[in-house]
């Protein structure tokens, strides 16, 4: 098997406009996809902040995240009085159903043994809500794999097996609050009964409230987590988790695994509704409904993406791309972009995975004609998108500086946005946030060559 080429990870001693954020990071988004779940971080104030300000300015909605605030002697001493006090404090405060634990590079540096010492903390007052912990040092890995783990952090404290239930798990993985939405909708659309872990397109995207919530209404019940080892099957959304969440169920609980690309582009989605469709079938293998087929509308946005990508192949076609992300959303991008006549020249991420370039393979993408680059930072990334000069860039809002100064347009996808309005609502997955996409990318690369001509563009 022919792969693309992989460009190495210099040996920088630092990174220079880092394209990752810390490990907790993802952790707390994943946890704010639990109905009344509260996010402590056992570390220093200072990732508390951080974390919350990269939140904050991508959602747009406000956020408390606990601390248990390590101080000089807690680094030496270890922060059990810290993490005993900042439980203790969020119950007082919030009365959290939930409160999810994660951890810090400092915490796990030092050794703290943080499982022993909350089983020190729920034995002493059983009437504490649920604990969830979580080890994310970020030495370990990025927001990635902070939500990732995370969310089999979830599943492993909570999920039991027993009789089968006519239910699908779905494990999105990051996306944004309107794709998670979007899901909800398509399952729906399939008489499935859906299980998502994490939830928080309402969490995260919520209405103006005349008062403050210091935990928003929304997310998924612990109690339904507690049924996902009994579900039919899963469907894990990500074409690059070696692993991940959905197969410690089928490991632990034999709930059959179905993994699949985020569905953007056309073939994407198609895969994803075919396997929807399966366990349409399954579920209802044994009764009187009927097999289930593609619902009308679901037919009706293809057909008006498939001529969207006729009216608008010429304006696309062979235009050099580079991609840049959290690995699963950047292959689904570079497959779409393939699929449309876009042709990708960089897929970047900050991430390291091993799997990308095997998972743009599988995707179809001519081997070698493009280039891979993982653990990047902007940096490295924008140099080498200055030796490729490409016509456009997909990517977050960290990459506006190499647009800017290389003069290419930017269409800014998944995260961080933070120098633009509604990022939560940003949809990428299924026909719909396609063709949002497509038009997108199609009126950047218009709207650039009109900017760039002598004559400009007039419709006489």
């Not at 994660?102 to 796990?108: G, N």
């Not at 103006?208 to 959304?237: F, K, M, N």
């Not at 609980?253 to 690309?261: D, I, N, T, W």
């Not at 493009?370 to 860039?393: C, N, W």
């Amino acid at each position: 098997m022919s792969l693309p080429i992989a460009v190495p990870s210099s040996k920088r001693p630092a990174a220079t406009n880092s394209c990752r954020v810390c490990a907790p990071l993802g952790s707390v988004l994943a946890f704010r996809g639990l109905r009344g779940c509260m996010p402590l971080i056992h570390g220093s104030q200072g990732c508390a902040t951080y974390i919350r300000r990269y939140l904050i300015s991508h959602f747009r909605e406000p956020m408390d995240v606990a601390s248990t605030s390590f101080d000089e002697s807690a680094t030496i001493f270890g922060g059990q009085s810290n993490l005993a006090a900042a439980i203790k404090n969020l119950v007082r405060q919030y009365s959290p159903e939930v409160i999810g634990v994660c951890t810090t590079c400092l915490a796990e540096t030092i050794g703290e043994d943080t499982v022993g010492i909350l089983r020190e903390i729920t034995t002493a007052d059983p009437d504490l809500p649920p604990i969830i912990h979580v080890a994310t040092p970020s030495f370990k890995g990025c927001q990635y794999r902070g939500f990732h783990d995370t969310v089999e952090a979830i599943l492993r404290a909570t999920a039991r097996g027993g009789e089968r239930l006519p239910h699908v798990n779905l494990l999105p993985g990051p996306v944004s609050p309107a794709d998670l939405r979007h899901l909800r909708e398509i399952v729906a659309a399939f008489d499935l009964p859906l299980l998502m872990l994490p939830d928080y397109s309402e969490t995260l995207d919520g209405p103006s409230l005349a008062s403050y919530a210091p935990i928003p209404e929304g997310g998924t019940p612990l109690a339904e987590v507690a049924d996902a080892g009994r579900a039919t099957g899963t469907l894990q959304l990500g074409a690059t988790l070696a692993d991940g969440p959905g197969a410690y169920l089928e490991r632990e609980h034999g709930v059959p695994l179905v993994k699949a690309s985020l569905p953007i582009g056309v073939r994407a989605t198609d895969a994803v509704l075919e396997s929807l469709a399966a366990f349409a079938m399954e579920s209802a293998a044994g009764t009187s409904a009927s097999a289930p087929i593609t619902p009308a509308w679901l037919s009706a946005e293809r057909g008006r993406l498939v001529d969207a990508y006729v009216d608008g192949h010429k304006y696309v076609s062979g235009k050099r791309v580079a991609v840049v992300g959290d690995p699963d959303l950047a292959v689904g991008v570079a497959g779409f972009c393939a699929e449309i006549g876009l042709v990708p020249v960089l897929v970047a991420s900050g991430a390291l995975t091993h799997r990308m370039a095997t998972a743009l393979d599988l995707l179809g993408l001519a081997p070698g004609s493009f280039e891979v680059m993982e653990d990047a930072d902007y940096d490295s990334i924008g140099r080498r998108v200055a030796e490729l000069k490409p016509d456009l860039i997909l990517g977050p809002s960290k990459a506006y500086p190499t647009s800017r100064a290389l003069g290419i347009p930017l269409v800014r996808i998944g995260f961080p946005v933070h120098d633009r309005i509604g990022a939560g609502r940003i949809l990428h997955l299924g026909y719909r946030g396609t063709q949002r996409l497509f038009d997108e990318v199609a009126n950047a690369l218009l709207d650039h060559q009109q900017d760039s001509s002598e004559m400009g563009y007039a419709y006489q």
